[in-house]
C-alpha cells in the first residue's frame, strides 16, 4: 500500500453460483429428488462474502479501498479476483492467493416465496490466519474492517484466539478496527461465543453485527425464539433487549456498536467515556462530543425491494463512509440505512448502490422513511438519546 487507503476489508470471500430454476412454482424439496434431471436456466455467477460485498460497495461509494480475501491457485480463485478486477484494477493488490489450496464457493438454490438453499465450501475461508496478511501493508490504513469470523473457524477457534491476534496487531499500528459478524454455523456450535466476544472486542473500535447473530450469540433462550417466529417488532423494538445487549458489548470494549435490525432499521449505541474515543485511532475524523454517549434507532428508507442480499454489508459501507468522512452521527447512521435502501432494489448485492452524492441527493428530496410504531422508552432516557424517523425528523 504506496498511499494512505481508507479503508482495508479482510475476512471471509466466496464464489457465488446462483441457478435458475424453470420450475420455479414448485418447492426444492418436491424438485430436488433422486434420479431427476431438473431444468434450469444460465447461471449468475457473482462474488460473496464481505470482502467482495463490503468492499465493491466502499468502491461504489467513491472510496479506495484494499481487499484482503484468501482465494486459492484454482479456476474459481482466478474467478473471484478476475470478477474484483472488474470494480477496480488496484482493489486486489492485496488479495492472498495460497497454493494448492482450495477456493471458496456457494451454490445458492432460490426461488420466489421458498427458502433458500446454500450449498457452501469453506475452502480457503478456513485457512485464513493472522500470519496470511502482511501488517506492514497496514501501515498507511485509516481502517481496517474485517468480516465474518464464524465462518472461518482459524479465527473463531481457541475462542476467537486467531482473532485476536490480527486486531491485536492493527490496533498498535493505530488503525481503527470494525468487526461484522455472520450467523455461526454447525461447525462452530462448540464455541463460547460469550468467551469470543471478551476476548476479540477489547480490539474493536465499531461492532456491527445483526440482531439475530448477536442475540444468537447472547441469549440462547431469544435465539430459539427468533427461529420459531421471525423478527418481531414486540421483541426487537419493546422487550428492552436492544438496551441490555448493547450495554452489554460496549462493557466488552468497543466505543460504538451498531446493531442491524433488517426492516426495523438500524441501532447504535455508543460509548460514554471520552478516552475510549481517544484511543479510535490515528486518522479519525469525527467530532468525539457528538458521539459520546448516544443512543439512536433511525428506521428504513422506503424502497421496492428486489432482494436482500448484501444488505447488511450495504448498510456498513454507508456506516463507514460517514464515520471516515467525519459526519455527525445523525448523518452517518441516515447514511448507512440509505445505502442499504439502495442495495435491496436490486437483485445482487452491489450494482443497485450509486455515487455517495447521488445518495445525499436522494435523501434531500424527501425520501420517505418507513414509520415504526415506538414506546415512551425511546422518548427519555439517561444517554442523549434520538430516534431519525419519519421523513428524517428527530424525535427526542
Given at each position: 500500500m504506496t498511499k494512505r487507503e481508507e479503508v482495508v476489508v479482510a475476512g471471509h470471500i466466496c464464489l457465488d453460483i446462483i441457478p435458475k430454476i424453470k420450475d420455479c412454482k414448485k418447492s426444492l424439496s418436491s424438485l430436488l429428488t433422486p434420479g431427476k434431471l431438473i431444468e434450469i436456466e444460465p447461471a449468475d455467477i457473482c462474488t460473496g462474502g464481505v470482502v467482495a460485498n463490503t468492499g465493491i460497495a466502499l468502491h461504489r461509494l467513491g472510496l479506495h479501498p484494499r481487499l484482503m480475501g484468501k482465494v486459492g491457485s484454482d479456476y474459481f480463485g482466478s474467478?473471484?479476483?478476475?470478477?474484483?478486477?472488474?470494480?477496480?484494477?488496484?482493489?486486489?493488490?492485496?488479495?492472498?492467493?495460497?497454493?494448492?489450496?482450495?477456493t471458496s464457493y456457494t451454490i445458492v438454490i432460490s426461488q420466489p416465496e421458498f427458502d433458500r438453499m446454500l450449498l457452501h465450501y469453506s475452502g480457503t475461508n478456513d485457512t485464513?490466519?493472522?500470519?496470511?496478511?502482511?501488517?506492514?501493508?497496514?501501515?498507511?490504513?485509516?481502517?481496517?474492517?474485517?468480516?465474518?469470523?464464524?465462518?472461518m473457524s482459524q479465527m473463531y477457534k481457541n475462542n476467537g484466539r486467531g482473532l485476536v491476534e490480527l486486531l491485536s496487531k492493527v490496533k498498535k499500528l493505530g488503525v481503527t478496527t470494525s468487526l461484522d459478524m455472520a450467523m455461526p454455523d454447525s461447525d462452530s456450535d462448540s464455541v463460547d461465543w460469550i468467551k469470543f466476544l471478551q476476548n476479540v472486542l477489547p480490539f474493536v473500535d465499531i461492532f456491527l453485527p445483526s440482531f439475530e447473530e448477536i442475540v444468537y450469540m447472547l441469549d440462547p433462550d431469544l435465539s430459539k425464539e427468533l427461529r420459531d417466529n421471525g423478527l418481531q417488532e414486540e421483541v426487537v423494538l419493546h422487550s428492552g433487549v436492544l438496551k441490555n445487549i448493547s450495554e452489554r458489548l460496549l462493557a466488552m470494549g468497543p466505543a460504538i456498536v451498531a446493531i442491524k435490525l433488517g426492516e426495523f432499521g438500524l441501532y447504535v449505541r455508543t460509548a460514554d467515556k471520552t478516552k475510549r474515543f481517544a484511543d479510535l485511532g490515528t486518522y479519525t475524523q469525527i467530532t468525539t462530543e457528538g458521539w459520546l454517549n448516544r443512543e439512536i434507532l433511525v428506521s428504513c428508507y422506503k424502497v421496492n425491494v428486489a432482494g436482500t442480499i448484501g444488505a447488511g454489508d450495504s448498510t456498513i459501507a454507508g456506516f463507514l463512509t460517514g464515520f471516515l468522512k467525519g459526519l455527525s452521527i445523525e448523518e452517518t447512521v441516515q447514511s448507512a440505512v440509505a445505502v442499504g435502501a439502495c442495495c435491496v432494489e436490486v437483485a445482487d448485492a452491489t450494482t443497485g448502490i450509486p455515487s455517495w452524492e447521488t445518495i445525499q441527493s436522494r435523501r434531500s428530496t424527501g425520501w420517505s422513511k418507513v414509520e415504526l410504531s415506538l414506546t415512551d422508552q425511546w422518548k427519555y432516557n439517561d444517554v442523549q438519546q434520538v430516534w431519525l424517523g419519519v421523513n428524517d425528523q428527530f424525535f427526542m
Open positions: 474467478m473471484v479476483i478476475d470478477l474484483l478486477k472488474e470494480q477496480n484494477p488496484n482493489i486486489v493488490e492485496d488479495m492472498i492467493v495460497a497454493k494448492e489450496e482450495s485464513f490466519k493472522a500470519d496470511d496478511i502482511q501488517i506492514e501493508c497496514l501501515e498507511n490504513a485509516k481502517l481496517f474492517h474485517f468480516g465474518y469470523p464464524p465462518l
